[in-house]
């Protein structure tokens, strides 16, 4: 069974930052997936913030573009979130995603920007 463990959220001021990873267990070949990083506010949609192919490339939402950077460690089934220059639309909670026969999810971490 595939689980997906995330941590690293937490409380942080305007222009501050934070990294959030995420460690799957279960998964066969966690170098053969797409991993990502989603976040949902309560009562909107959740919406794509970044995700890399097993490949390394990468996409992100443009409202994170030049702020966030996304990566993987193949050998530690992880995924990391660097978050810089963190400001008050960024608060959410945060869920890693991970691509497979079927698409999985992690069970969110808190993420607040606030002053």
């Known amino acids: 069974q595939v689980q997906l463990v995330e941590s690293g959220g937490g409380l942080v001021h305007p222009g501050g930052s934070l990294r959030l990873s995420c460690v799957a267990s279960?998964?066969?070949?966690?170098?053969?997936?797409?991993v990502g990083w989603y976040r949902q506010v309560l009562g909107m949609e959740r919406e794509l913030v970044a995700r890399?192919?097993?490949?390394?490339?990468?996409e992100y939402a443009d409202s994170v573009k030049g702020r966030f950077t996304i990566s993987r460690d193949d050998a530690k089934n992880m995924v990391n979130l660097q978050m810089n220059n963190l400001n008050f639309g960024d608060t959410a909670t945060y869920y890693c995603?991970?691509?497979?026969?079927?698409?999985?999810w992690g069970q969110g971490t808190q993420v607040t920007v606030s002053s």
């Open positions: 995603n991970l691509q497979a026969a079927a698409p999985y």
């Open positions: 279960g998964v066969r070949r966690f170098d053969w997936t797409t």
């Open positions: 890399i192919t097993s490949s390394g490339r990468t």
